[in-house]
């Protein structure tokens, strides 16, 4: 399929950040629009993109007049579409393995963690900034240390979470990493988890996929 690929993103968007990854992981021109998630109330909420995205979310991805949404969706979409470098491992067990580890972060951390549920707790819950990072962190370790664990059931020896070659779980592993350094989170005890984000963050496809990188960063 030829038609153009537009990606509706936001720079600190850890599921934009995901598909960005997995886009240039892919060798896939993309163009980019930005949806500013804070700015005048959250662009999100305006009916144009509301009507493309009902659930008022970033990423949307345009393909043609196909109009996908939900981060891990898009990129199996990608995979599929585009199978000349695969995301996802050929082997079965290796497959579900890599859905584990990138299902225990986009639907187990990042759902309990995301703008939108901070925003909530700090506006009509009124939780102080200190118990909120306290949230935030509680979920963070919880997760990171099944993630750790994992690697350690499947073997991990290699650059990346599953092998020598970034996979769909890496593409949710740096983004869940970067959020947790902002919310100043300790990684010491999470070494594997720590080995592959150093890979990761050499890897060019990721370099780009970077938030700072992003031509909406910090406007």
């Known amino acids: 399929m030829s038609a153009e690929l537009l990606l509706y993103d936001y720079w600190r968007s850890s599921a934009a950040y995901r598909v960005r990854i997995a ?24 009916a144009a993109y509301s009507a493309l995205n009902p659930q008022q979310l970033v990423p949307t991805l345009l393909h043609g007049e196909l109009a996908l949404t939900q981060s891990m969706s898009i ?8 199978p ?8 079965a067990h290796a497959r579900a393995q890599c859905r584990t580890l990138a299902q225990l972060i986009a ?11 901070l925003q909530y707790l700090s506006g009509p819950l009124g939780v102080e900034d200190t118990p909120k990072a306290e949230w935030y962190q509680h979920w963070l370790h919880q997760g990171f240390a099944a993630f750790e664990a994992l690697l350690v059931r499947y073997g991990h ?9 970034p996979t769909l779980a890496d593409c949710c592993l ?4 970067y959020n947790a350094r902002r919310f100043d989170c300790d990684l010491t005890p999470y070494p594997l988890i720590r080995q592959v984000v150093q890979t990761s963050e ?9 938030p700072d990188n992003q031509a909406d960063a910090n406007v």
């Open 23 to 46: 886009l240039n992981l892919k060798g896939l021109e993309y163009r980019q629009l930005s949806v500013h998630l804070v700015r005048g109330g959250g662009e999100q909420r305006q």
């Open 75 to 82: 990129i199996e979409y990608l995979d599929e579409v585009f």
């Open 84 to 91: 000349g470098i695969p995301l996802l491992p050929s082997d």
């Open 107 to 117: 639907c187990e951390i990042h759902p309990l963690n995301n703008l939108r549920v």
């Open 157 to 165: 020896t290699r650059d990346y979470c599953l092998g020598m070659q």
């Open 174 to 177: 740096l983004p869940q990493v």
């Open 202 to 210: 050499q890897h060019p496809a990721f370099i780009r996929a970077y």
